[in-house]
């Protein structure tokens, strides 16, 4: 069965940093391309970055472009989103998703909420 | 990017059908197929409960169909039931950005 289970979450200041996990098992990680989605509370989805099989194409949303940053082991079947320069809008329940580039996410993780908060 | 357009509610009746559009764009819904929808319960994670326009993943009721027709995509829930109600996204592969979009969002009630 696959499991995707993110880590990471917290409370955090505006302008500083947090870097999320995402365990995934269940699966041959390495043959998927991954993804990152955020929901602020009470709203909609938003589609934050993608990561191809091998991580050397990565696209992200021009609201986190320079201050998110996606990776991968593939060793580690680990998905990772550094986030730096936190505002308050960032604010959210961030979610791995498994799915390929323009298409659908047909697993996701649980989440784990960002506060950015002084 | 902007959102695919939902309306904010539907509601029905246990036994009736309902259907929640998805209105986009030439750039979006009406350009390609890789239209999805994902239905999600309050604290929980989005579940696919269909890709590609039209086809449901293993383990998805038939009860839920969906189709487009130009830039307008339609999510059917028929025979409405109480464990349908939750909040439903259409998502959409779009050539105007590098990641793909996301619909509004529409809350099912079920009455």
């Known amino acids: 069965e696959v499991h995707l289970v993110e880590s990471g979450g917290g409370l955090v200041q505006p302008g500083g940093s947090l870097r999320l996990s995402c365990a995934a098992s269940?699966?041959?990680?390495?043959?998927?391309?991954m993804n990152w989605v955020r929901q602020a509370p009470g709203k909609g989805l938003e589609w934050l970055s993608y990561?191809?099989?091998?991580?050397?194409?990565?696209y992200d949303a021009d609201s986190v472009k320079g201050r998110f940053t996606i990776s991968r082991d593939n060793a580690k079947d680990s998905l990772y989103l550094q986030m730096n320069s936190l505002r308050a809008g960032d604010t959210a329940v961030y979610f791995c998703?498994?799915?390929?580039?323009?298409?659908?996410?047909?697993?996701w993780g649980q989440g784990t909420l960002v506060t950015v908060s002084s | 990017q902007s959102a695919l357009t939902q309306p904010a509610s539907v509601s029905g009746s246990p036994g009736q059908s309902i259907t929640i559009s998805c209105t986009g764009t030439s750039s979006d819904i009406g350009g390609y197929n890789f239209v999805s929808w994902y239905k999600q319960h309050p604290g929980k994670a989005p579940k696919l409960i269909i890709y590609d326009v039209s086809h449901r993943p293993s383990g998805i009721s038939n009860r839920f169909s969906a189709s487009k027709s130009g830039n307008t995509a339609s999510l059917t829930i028929s025979g409405l039931q109480a464990e349908d109600e939750a909040d439903y996204y259409c998502s959409s592969y779009t050539s105007t950005t590098t990641l793909g979009v996301f619909g509004t969002g529409t809350t099912v009630t079920v009455l």
């Open positions: 269940g699966f041959t990680f390495s043959t998927y391309e």
């Open positions: 998703a498994r799915g390929r580039f323009g298409d659908y996410f047909d697993h």
């Open positions: 990561i191809s099989r091998s991580g050397t194409t990565i």
